[in-house]
C-alpha cells in the first residue's frame, strides 16, 4: 500500500512548477482520505488527492491547471498517450488489465476512459480509468474505478433476432414538430419539422432472459400531460403593465444581437449608478429589464425583483395567480388558447425561510401547439410573486410566433411505416451494462442494446414527410 507521500510523488509530474519541498498535506479530520495539497508558505491551493480505505489512490483533481485556459491544442491520439503514461508511472501493474476505449472532445476538454473488459472481450463501463484534460495535455482530473467486480451471465439467453423483437414491440413514436438542431443532429437544418419522435418511447436495453428495460421508466419519467386553455373571453394585461414597466421611465437600452435590451426604473437617479445596468441576468431593485425583437413589438424576455411588501403575509393563492399569468399570456398573444396549452405541473415555487419551507411564487408553463401537436421547446414561462401577485419573470422562447401551417398541409406517413422504416437497418448488440450494488462490488450483466447504422449515433426521430432519419452527431467521439 503506497503512503500519502509516496502518492504525491507519483503525481507531481501533474502539478505543473511545484516542488516536492513545497508540498503540505492537509488531511480532513471527518474523512482522513481525503487531502489538500497545498503550497507551503503561501496556503495555495494545488490539487486534491482521495485515497480509499485501502490507501488505494481513487481520485486526482490539479486546481493548478484550471488556472488558464489552453492555447494550443493537441491531436486526440497524443492526450491518449499522456493519459497512458498516467496509468503506466502511478497504477505500475494494473495498466496491464485496462484497454483504451475512448477520447470525447468537449470543446476545450478532452475525456479519456480506459477500461477493462470481460474474457469476450465486451468493455466493461467505469471499470478502469477515466480522465478530464485541457486540449493542451494538461491534466485536470482522473477517476479511479478499479476494484473488485462481478460478472453475471445467464444460463440461457435470448437471441440477437429475438431481442430485436422484442424491442420494436416496445417502441413508441409521438408526432410533433421539432427543430433539426445542427448541432445536435447530422445534416440538422435548425428548421422545424413535421416528425415521429422515438426519443423517450425507445427501450433502454433488452435482458438476456427477455425483459425489456427503460431507465425513463425505472425513474418513474412521464412525458407531462397538457390542459388545454379556457376560451371565454380573457382579461388581457400587456406584459409592460403587468410587470411595472408602464410606469417606469426608461434608464438604459442597448442593442444585442439583433434584440433591444432595455431597463426602466422608478427610480432613475439610483438605478443608472447601478453597475447591474449592464448584465441581464443580475436583477435590480426599482427596475425592470427587458429583451424584445429588434424594431418588433415581441416581447422575449422581463424581470424585476418583488416589489416591497412591507410585513404583509402572503396574499396570493395559485388560483389567483394562474389567472394573473393567463391575462398576460392573452395579452401578449390574443388568440393563446389557440396557440398554447398549460403544461400540468405543480407551480409552487418555495424560498427557505428559517429553516421553513414557505411558498414564495408560482411558476407557469405554457407549452406552444399547433393543432393536437406539440412544437418541442417553444413554450413561454410566467412567475408571479405570492406576496404581490406582481409578475416578477416572463420568458418566451425565440421561435415562439412560429407559424407551423406549412408542415400540416401534407398528410404524415403513419406510425408503423415510421417504425418499420426506423428499425430497418438496426441490429442488437450484446454490452454488459454496469448495476451498483448496495456498496459492494458492481455486477455487470450481458444486455443487448441496438447498434445504428453509421454515420453518428442514435436515431432519435423519423420526419413524418421527407422520411430522413435524425441521427445523433457524435463526431466528438473522436476514437474508440
Not at 80 to 95: G, H, K, L, P, T
Not at 374 to 402: L, M
Not at 428 to 454: K, T
Request: glycine fraction near 6%.
Amino acid at each position: 500500500m503506497e503512503t500519502l507521500n509516496q502518492w504525491v510523488k507519483k503525481l507531481l509530474p501533474y502539478m505543473e512548477g511545484v516542488r516536492i519541498d513545497e508540498i503540505e498535506i492537509e488531511t480532513l479530520e471527518d474523512d482522513p482520505g481525503s487531502c489538500m495539497l497545498v503550497r507551503r508558505h503561501s496556503g495555495e491551493m494545488i490539487a486534491e488527492m482521495v485515497l480509499d480505505g485501502e490507501g488505494e489512490l481513487r481520485f486526482f483533481s490539479c486546481f493548478r491547471a484550471t488556472e488558464f485556459a489552453p492555447v494550443v491544442t493537441l491531436a486526440p491520439h497524443m492526450v491518449r498517450r499522456i493519459a497512458e503514461q498516467f496509468i503506466r508511472s502511478v497504477f505500475n501493474d494494473d495498466a496491464k488489465i485496462l484497454g483504451f476505449s475512448s477520447v470525447v472532445d468537449l470543446d476545450s476538454i478532452y475525456s479519456v476512459d480506459f477500461v477493462r473488459k470481460d474474457m469476450d472481450g465486451i468493455e466493461l463501463p467505469n471499470s478502469g480509468v477515466s480522465f478530464s484534460f485541457w486540449k493542451d495535455g494538461r491534466l485536470l482530473d482522473m477517476t479511479n474505478h478499479m476494484g473488485p467486480l462481478i460478472l453475471v451471465n445467464e444460463e440461457e439467453a435470448i437471441s440477437p433476432e429475438a431481442a430485436l423483437d422484442l424491442f420494436m414491440a416496445n417502441l413508441h413514436g409521438e408526432l410533433k414538430i421539432s427543430r433539426y438542431d445542427g448541432e445536435i443532429y447530422v445534416d440538422g437544418d435548425n428548421e422545424f419539422h413535421l416528425i415521429y419522435d422515438f426519443l423517450t418511447g425507445t427501450p433502454d436495453e433488452v435482458k438476456m432472459d427477455g425483459t425489456v428495460f427503460s431507465l425513463a421508466e425505472e425513474l418513474g419519467y412521464h412525458q407531462p400531460e397538457f390542459e388545454r386553455l379556457p376560451k371565454e373571453r380573457m382579461t388581457r394585461t400587456p406584459l409592460t403593465a403587468a410587470i411595472g414597466a408602464d410606469k417606469m421611465s426608461l434608464v438604459y437600452e442597448e442593442q444585442l444581437d439583433g434584440a433591444d435590451y432595455e431597463v426602466y426604473s422608478d427610480r432613475p437617479e439610483l438605478s443608472k449608478q447601478d453597475e447591474r445596468l449592464y448584465e441581464y441576468d443580475e436583477p435590480m431593485e426599482h427596475a425592470v429589464k427587458m429583451i424584445s425583437g429588434h424594431r418588433s413589438d415581441r416581447i422575449y424576455s422581463a424581470m424585476r425583483l418583488p416589489p416591497e411588501n412591507g410585513t404583509q403575509t402572503r396574499s396570493v393563492g395559485k388560483g389567483e395567480a394562474y389567472e394573473k399569468a393567463l391575462s398576460v399570456l392573452f395579452g401578449e398573444f390574443p388568440d393563446a388558447d389557440r396557440l398554447f396549452r398549460l403544461r400540468k405541473e405543480d407551480p409552487e415555487l418555495y424560498d427557505d425561510e428559517n429553516g421553513d419551507l414557505e411558498v414564495s411564487g408560482y411558476q407557469f408553463i405554457f407549452d406552444r401547439f399547433h393543432g393536437d401537436l406539440q412544437i418541442e421547446d417553444e413554450c413561454v414561462e410566467i412567475d408571479i410573486d405570492a406576496a404581490t401577485g406582481t409578475v416578477v419573470r416572463y420568458d418566451a422562447s425565440e421561435r415562439i410566433g412560429f407559424c407551423a401551417d406549412a408542415l400540416t398541409s401534407e398528410a404524415p406517413i403513419d406510425i408503423e411505416a415510421a417504425k418499420s422504416l426506423y428499425m430497418s437497418n438496426i441490429r442488437m448488440r450484446p454490452v454488459r451494462a454496469r448495476n451498483e450494488n448496495d456498496g459492494g462490488a458492481p455486477v455487470y450483466e450481458l444486455v443487448y442494446i441496438p447498434e445504428f447504422p453509421a454515420p453518428g449515433g442514435h436515431i432519435h426521430a423519423v420526419d413524418a414527410h421527407s422520411l430522413e432519419m435524425w441521427t445523433v452527431d457524435t463526431g466528438a467521439l473522436l476514437e474508440e
